[in-house]
Nanobody
Framework: QVQLVETGGGLVQPGDSLRLSCTASGRSSIFPTMGWYRQAPGKEREFVAVARWSGGNIYYADSVKGRFTFSRGNPRNMVYLQMDNLKPEDTAIYYC????????????????????WGQGTQVTVSS
């Protein structure tokens, strides 16, 4: 059984940095398309960053562009979300997501296209 496990969340001050990690374990733990989503209290889950590794395509939400970096590690079953210059509005539970499919541009940001999710890690940005 494949699982995604996120780590790295915490409480930080505005302007600080955090790096979230997501490890895929189990059979077939390397996925062609993966993403990071977040959900703040009282809000719907929203897209943060997604990647289609085969083409090296990475897409970011406008709200995090230039501040967050989505990357894949070595071994390739680990991915990271480097978050710099954090803002209070970044406070949310962050989820790692994966799919066995290579998603196309028109659907890659849609949460419903990902069949595997982690349990989430809390990120709180507060002074």
């Amino acid at each position: 059984q494949v699982q995604l496990v996120e780590t790295g969340g915490g409480l930080v001050q505005p302007g600080d940095s955090l790096r979230l990690s997501c490890t895929a374990s189990g059979r077939s733990s390397i996925f062609p398309t993966m993403g990071w989503y977040r959900q703040a209290p009282g809000k719907e889950r929203e897209f943060v960053a997604v990647a289609r590794w085969s083409g090296g395509n990475i897409y970011y939400a406008d709200s995090v562009k230039g501040r967050f970096t989505f990357s894949r590690g070595n071994p390739r079953n680990m991915v990271y979300l480097q978050m710099d210059n954090l803002k209070p509005e970044d406070t949310a539970i962050y989820y790692c997501a994966a799919t066995t499919r290579t998603l196309i541009f028109s659907t890659i940001r849609q949460a419903g296209e990902y069949e595997l999710w982690g349990q989430g890690t809390q990120v709180t940005v507060s002074s």
